[in-house]
């Protein structure tokens, strides 16, 4: 490749084999375009994720992660680039938030030295499946471990409710993102997909007037000082848009979890 521009290295945390392809494929394909090193950090082992309980298990485990490498054998045709997989092989729904599964990732962080990271939002999900919160805020609290020189440049949370930064993509690199998406068979049915992209577009459509062109929106962790920030309590109208939106999900509307470094044990 003839980029000119100094390559960075990106990590992209997932809990699930179809997280990445679902949540950030569009910011994905354009990090391996530009030539940078990019990271899939898988969390779980994806056992669980059927219906069919003849299915759940070993051989469910085999499918998907056999399903994650067709996925990444489509960024590569198109991007040019090979996303690198490290499968921290957690099981599925079972991921816990404690001290050894913390000191994991930050030691994932040391050696690997992003200088981005993505993973799923913590504080305001639009998600709620307890991988996806625990990947987060796994994150999170490895960034109060890691000592100031050895941050990442900047942290984004995809899956969030309260994004404050759009990336721009290429209206084309959506039917990538679906040529991804679509080689998790075990998840998505084609109809499935078909509904998805339907959905998608029109939404993409009311957000291609607010962000002036195709962004993906995300939320940045801020940080001060080298600490990340403490993430604010809802406003009202967050707590309106939320009530609204878990109801329309079918999610109930339950209390945000905020558990302090303290309660967690993190801190003496
Ligand atoms: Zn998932």
């Not at 939404?203 to 940045?220: I, T």
Request: a positive charge; aromatic letters at 14%; charged letters at 30%.
């Amino acid at each position: 490749m003839s980029h000119s521009k100094k390559k960075i290295k990106i990590l992209y945390f997932s809990p699930h084999a179809d997280d990445l392809e679902f949540g950030i494929s569009l910011t994905c394909i354009e990090s391996l375009r530009l030539g940078n090193e990019v990271v899939e950090v898988l969390m779980t082992n994806c056992e669980y994720g059927t219906h069919r309980i003849d299915f759940k298990g070993n051989r469910l485990k085999k499918i998907r992660m056999w399903e994650l490498d067709k996925a990444a054998k489509i960024y590569k045709k198109h991007t040019d680039n090979q996303i690198k997989i490290i499968k921290m092989g957690y099981i599925d729904g079972f991921l816990s938030l404690n001290k050894n599964t913390l000191n994991s990732v930050v030691k994932i962080l040391r050696k690997e030295k992003p200088d981005l990271i993505f993973a799923p939002d913590p504080w305001y999900a639009i998600d709620f499946h307890n991988d996806h919160l625990n990947t987060g805020r796994l994150v999170y609290f490895a960034m109060k471990k890691l000592k100031k020189t050895e941050l990442p440049k900047r942290v984004f949370f995809y899956y969030s409710f309260k994004t404050n930064f759009a990336i721009k993509y290429y209206r084309d690199d959506l039917e990538i993102a679906l040529e991804a998406l679509s080689q998790h068979k075990s998840q998505f049915s084609p109809l499935k997909i078909k509904i998805s992209l339907l959905f998608l577009k029109i939404f993409l459509f009311f957000r291609y007037f607010k962000n002036r062109g195709f962004a993906k929106q995300v939320r940045e962790l801020k940080f001060i000082e080298g600490i990340p920030e403490i993430h604010e309590k809802f406003n009202l109208k967050d707590k309106i848009c939320y009530f609204f939106y878990s109801n329309w999900m079918g999610v109930p509307v339950k209390e945000e979890y905020y558990p302090t470094p303290r309660e967690l044990g993190l801190i003496k």
